[in-house]
Structure formats: C-alpha cells, structure tokens
C-alpha cells in the first residue's frame, strides 16, 4: 500500500487539496477562504469553473442538469491535478452534491480530502435568504438537497456541522486534517 493509500484507509497524510462541498449557503466559500488564510494555500470557488451558460440558467432559477455540470467537473478536476502535479496544495469548494460529481472531482486521488459542510434545511435556508449579490436564487435550495447524495464512508469524509462557529469549524478542520 503506498502512503497515499496509507493515507486513506486510516493513517491519515494531510492531504495535497482540500475539497470543501455542501449546499449552497453551508458556508463553503467561507471556509475555503479561511482555509487559504490560515493555511497560506490556493483558493478557488467551483461557481469560478462555471461556464457563462450555467451562470445564466441558475440566475434564471433553473436548476443545472448533469450534462451542464460535466465540463464544470472536468475544469474542477483539472485544476485539482494541476496543483498536485506541481506539487502545490489548495483548496477549492464545490457543492458536488451526488456521488458521481465527486467521483469526478475526487476519483483516485488519494491526496485529496472531502470536507462535508452539513446542515439542516430550515438553518441554510436562513442563510440563503440573508446572502446578496449571489447568481442562486433561494428558489433553488429544495432542489439541492432533493439532489443532496451525502457522502458514505466509503469517500472518507470529515463531516462538519454547520451549526459550530466559523472558527470552531477552521479548527475543527485543520485539527482533524493534521494540517496544523
């Protein structure tokens, strides 16, 4: 078994890239940000890989289909192998809310960690609603978590409740990632 692998199946590395996925509002930007902060790696929001089409549908309240998400996915993951073939870490969110887009995002990188930003409706709904300046109208939260396949153990998830503050949750990660 290599280290990755080690790495994986019990014997934790910290990883090469940091995944973060939730709904929208579960606070995913803000922990990439944090994140980047703290840990002085790269940061990219996934609505950053969309292109102009997917922008348009989702301000227009109409939920994306796997087709529109497939070169969304691929340009996730490109970036992804980018930082790791250079030897570079980061950090990028993505609400990759089916098992299938994280198979994309994750596949066989073992140095890539999943960050699960879990919450209840009624709490993110809040959040939705108080945002500004978003492309993702509220309208389009149900829709999220009907699609909303949570991650098993098979996909080693650190799972975090978004209930925590934003603080508790940067340490909460960092600790259990062993990136501190």
């Known amino acids: ?19 973060v996925m939730g709904v ?58 980018d930082l790791r073939a250079s030897g570079r870490n980061g950090i990028v969110t993505c609400s990759a809310l089916k098992k299938a887009y994280r198979d994309v995002i994750l596949g066989d990188r073992p140095d890539v960690a999943l960050v699960y930003l879990k919450g209840s409706r009624e709490l993110i709904g809040a959040r939705m609603a108080a945002r500004q300046h978003h492309f993702m109208p ?3 939260l149900d829709s999220q978590f009907a ?3 949570e991650p098993g153990p098979e996909e080693n998830p ?11 949750i940067v340490e909460q990660v960092v600790s259990e990632l062993r990136l501190g």
């Open 1 to 19: 078994m290599s280290d990755d692998e080690a790495g994986r199946a019990g014997n934790p590395l910290p990883p090469a890239v940091i995944v």
């Open 24 to 81: 929208a509002s579960s606070g995913k930007t803000s922990l990439g940000e944090r994140l980047a902060e703290r840990l002085g790696w790269p940061f990219r929001d996934a609505d950053s890989f969309h292109p102009p089409e997917n922008v348009a549908k989702m301000s227009a309240g109409t939920p994306l289909t796997d087709v529109d998400r497939k070169p969304w996915l691929a340009a996730i993951a490109a970036w992804i192998d």
């Open 138 to 140: 509220p309208s389009l």
């Open 147 to 149: 699609t909303l396949e």
């Open 158 to 168: 650190l799972v975090v409740t978004v209930e925590a503050t934003r603080e508790a």
